[in-house]
């Protein structure tokens, strides 16, 4: 470790030297704690003078975090999972959630079977249809369009909550003269959208139920890794707004995310454009897809990679692979020899959560102080973090957690002042719901919403005809829109699950969905999928009626498929997450062997 963090200060230190302090950049933080998040983004701001960090948000929930701020001042979960026990309606949009988020699942099944009053929008057939009062199948990048088409029903059959916007918002006028202007809010439009004319009929239902009963809205990545993700994620804050459906029980609005901490590693300042607990950073840096552009253009000249595998869950990854060969130095701190790791010049193994102590925050902003489990010599991300700092002339004495997160509690403490570990180890049960201070808050914005003056504010955007939509509408549907997500088994890029023996034999390879009305064209038990961007592995074929004519769908877990080498840098305008819930792709099928 010793000789590892010496040559990885030396090598920093000689590209800064040579290419300027901006040469360098980290990404990473969402796996490990909130205390190696926060010193990770020091470290790089401070002891280098680079303003480039970043995390994995960035390939999901960070259209969610724009959305969610630009109207409610707040990106994170309003209420905690428990609530959705007191939910009289449930929409779940763009989430696969029995598969990739199990646990919220459960709950939501429960309710759901008990009162019939969940909706679920998809591309495709999912599970969570089964339990479903209204089953909602859409085209490929319709999301804003159902959204606002819900927003103008609630509009036009004044179904909105005149007091909750009276009160508690600004802006709604402006935004309703524009949504009865829209050309194609009125639900009606998808009468003429061969195949998907029932959402006509099906989406008013919904708006009706959504806006009447106390109800919560979940996303998931099938709404934000689109062109059009924030805007969505804004459009759907809308429908809360006009209703009253946030800030009290059982209503409100839920970004289901996934790594373990990407909640806590945003908190901690891991973002370019902010520092800790979310204020403006002395400097802003650049986003993961500006920084791969920087390297192929020769200014970025270091890595340092902590628990993320930028070379295969990111998009275009034959681009990233050509702008890592364009580095001069990459350092991974990591569990496992992850494909970044097996590219990097030096890997330093490092403790899991399960053997350190580390503050965590989940998906509903709930902090949980991790005990280890099983002891361990490796060191905890930030010891490597402490010793690169120390060699490059910093001053950190940090002699454990603790010691960090205290920092953290006074540089953040607008959300965690009141989170010592002594209350945090309390309390580990039940955990604490940020902002904590006195009290934890579990249910945010019930008196204000956390924007500047308090008010709740609309931000119209008018969906833009394209894609399938616009295919379906001309009558000129042709080739395959392919979609990508998770199935239950493998998490992610698959770094720790495919190591599981019986996880490892229940999904050893990326399958791809093919319509039964498309088998015709699929004539190998095996194809291959190419854009103009890249082409995948061979991926076997299985015929399904879960998945809509023309339409495509593959998991990306296994880094040997190349499903992300078909992705180009096509992504949401605000956050540059990349568009993976659609491409257009062409089928190259395979001789017999």
Request: proline share 4%; hydrophobic share 35%.
């Amino acid at each position: 470790l010793d000789g590892a963090t010496t040559a990885a200060a030396m090598k920093l230190q000689e590209i800064q030297s040579t290419y300027g302090r901006t040469s360098v950049c980290s990404i990473g933080g969402a796996r490990t704690s909130c205390e190696s998040s926060y010193l990770l983004q020091k470290f790089t701001r401070h002891t280098l003078n680079s303003p480039h960090v970043d995390n994995c948000a960035r390939i999901c929930h960070s259209p969610s975090l724009k959305g969610m701020r630009t109207t409610i001042g707040e990106g994170a979960a309003t209420n905690p999972y428990n609530d959705i026990y007191n939910a009289e309606f449930m929409i779940v949009f763009g989430s696969n959630t029995t598969e990739a988020h199990p646990i919220i699942s459960n709950r939501i099944v429960d309710v759901a079977g008990k009162h019939d009053n969940l909706a679920v929008f998809d591309v495709r057939e999912i599970t969570l249809h089964r339990f479903a009062k209204y089953k909602g199948i859409i085209p490929h990048e319709s999301n804003l369009l159902v959204l606002n088409m819900m927003a103008y029903v609630i509009i036009t059959e004044e179904l909105y909550n005149e007091h909750f916007l009276a009160d508690r918002t600004k802006g709604f006028e402006d935004f309703k003269e524009k949504i009865l202007n829209d050309p194609y809010a009125n639900p009606k439009y998808f009468e003429h959208i061969e195949g998907y004319e029932y959402l006509s009929k099906l989406i008013p239902k919904v708006a009706r139920e959504y806006a009447l009963k106390k109800s919560m809205i979940f996303w998931v990545l099938g709404v934000t890794e689109h062109i059009d993700g924030s805007y969505a994620v804004m459009a759907i804050t809308h429908l809360a707004l006009m209703t009253g459906n946030i800030g009290k029980q059982g209503a409100g609005l839920m970004p289901l995310r996934g790594q373990n901490n990407v909640q806590g590693a945003c908190d901690m300042g891991m973002l370019p454009y902010y520092a800790p607990d979310y204020q403006t950073p002395k400097e802003v840096g650049l986003m993961t897809p500006q920084l791969v552009d920087e390297m192929l253009e020769g200014r970025i000249k270091a890595v340092i990679n902590m628990g993320e595998d930028l070379t295969h869950i990111h998009p275009n990854s034959n681009k990233v692979n050509r702008a890592l060969d364009n580095v001069e130095f990459v350092m991974v701190q990591e569990l496992f020899m992850t494909e970044i790791a097996n590219r990097a010049d030096i890997v330093i193994g490092v403790k899991s959560a399960y053997e350190k102590t580390g503050v965590y925050v989940n998906a509903m902003r709930r902090l949980h102080l991790s005990q280890p489990l099983v002891t361990s010599d490796l060191p905890d991300d930030w010891e490597v973090i402490k010793l690169l700092d120390n060699k490059m002339g910093g001053t950190y004495v940090y002699e454990d957690s603790k010691q960090i997160w205290d920092e953290v509690r006074e540089v953040a403490y607008r959300r965690f002042s009141g989170a010592s570990y002594n209350r945090l180890e309390r309390h580990r049960v039940r955990g604490l719901q940020w902002p904590v201070h006195t009290e934890d808050t579990p249910i945010l914005h019930q008196l204000d919403f956390r924007t500047e003056d308090g008010y709740g504010e609309f931000h119209y955007h008018q969906y833009e005809l394209r894609g399938m939509v616009q295919e379906l509408l001309e009558k000129k549907l042709t080739g395959y829109h392919l979609s990508t997500g998770r199935t239950l088994a493998h998490y992610n890029n698959a770094s720790q699950t495919s190591r599981c023996e019986k996880l490892g034999k229940r999904y050893d390879e990326d399958v791809l969905l093919v319509n039964e009305n498309d088998a015709g064209d699929f004539t190998s038990e095996r194809v291959i999928l190419k854009t103009p961007f890249g082409q995948s592995a061979p991926l076997t074929v299985k015929i399904t009626d879960k998945v809509q004519p023309k339409t495509l769908f593959c998991t990306f877990h296994h880094a040997k498929s190349g499903i992300n080498r078909l992705f180009g840098d096509r992504c949401d305008v605000f956050t540059m997450t990349a568009a993976f819930k659609s491409i257009k792709v062409e089928v190259v099928n395979l001789a017999t062997e």
